[in-house]
T-cell receptor, first 112, second 114 residues
Framework: DADVTQTPRNRITKTGKRIMLECSQT?????MYWYRQDPGLGLRLIYY???????NKGEISDGYSVSRQAQAKFSLSLESAIPNQTALYFC???????????FGPGTRLTVL | AQSVTQLDSQVPVFEEAPVELRCNYS??????LFWYVQYPNQGLQLLLK??????LVKGINGFEAEFNKSQTSFHLRKPSVHISDTAEYFC????????????FGKGTHLIIQP
């Protein structure tokens, strides 16, 4: 079984809809992250969390919100989706021992 | 704040030839450096990382990278590439000792020609 899972893997939605992307991990890591990938732009950090009581904004948090429901779960929400939020979204986890981020398989979101 | 520049968006190389993918970074503090690989339709996989110690870092699949503090570079090399190395390669940086997210370069598409 994969250590970091994301659901759904693909989603097509319409402008103005509320969307939630979910991330779960079985690695036991405290730190979790959300990134978006756009062609030619690399990955950019949206939000990150050091534990269930700690949420931090990243480089491009506008238009997004997150919820850390438990150590193993970190959800990303788009309150009112817009077309320029069409992208590939990645969740990642890390710990202080390896100082390495491990990525999920990604969610491809299309906003029409 | 940090930034990462990957100087080549695309690098074509013949199979079994050597390759170097260039990465330069900018930061006012000490940094940790990473190279990730993304195969088509997949997530990111760590190739190698530099946290401290020896400036020559060896990773998976025969890749290595050298940290050069004076030139603020962390170039990725492989002496002989294989067709299976075709992928997108990302250089990333974050402040040393912290737990912030990574700052990524825009990526280099490595194309292996038979």
């Amino acid at each position: 079984d994969a250590d970091v899972t994301q659901t759904p893997r693909n989603r097509i939605t319409k402008t103005g809809k509320r969307i939630m992307l979910e991330c779960s991990q079985t690695k036991g890591h405290d730190r979790m992250y959300w990134y978006r990938q756009d062609p030619g732009l690399g990955l950019r950090l949206i939000y990150y969390s050091f534990d269930v009581k700690d949420i931090n904004k990243g480089e491009i948090s506008d238009g997004y919100s997150v919820s850390r429901q438990a150590q193993a779960k970190f959800s990303l929400s788009l309150e009112s989706a817009i077309p320029n939020q069409t992208a590939l979204y990645f969740c990642a986890t890390s710990d202080s021992v390896t100082d390495t981020q491990y990525f999920g398989p990604g969610t491809r979101l299309t906003v029409l | 704040a940090q930034s990462v520049t990957q100087l080549d968006s695309q690098v074509p190389v013949f199979e079994e030839a050597p390759v170097e993918l260039r990465c330069n970074y900018s930061s006012s503090v000490s940094v940790y450096l990473f190279w990730y690989v993304q195969y088509p339709n997949q997530g990111l996989q760590l190739l190698l990382k530099y946290l401290s110690g020896s400036t020559l870092v060896k990773g998976i699949n025969g890749f290595e990278a050298e940290f050069n503090k004076s030139q603020t570079s962390f170039h990725l090399r492989k002496p002989s590439v294989h067709i299976s190395d075709t992928a997108e390669y990302f250089c990333a940086v974050r402040p040393g000792g912290g737990a912030d997210g990574l700052t990524f370069g825009k990526g280099t598409h490595l194309i292996i020609q038979p």
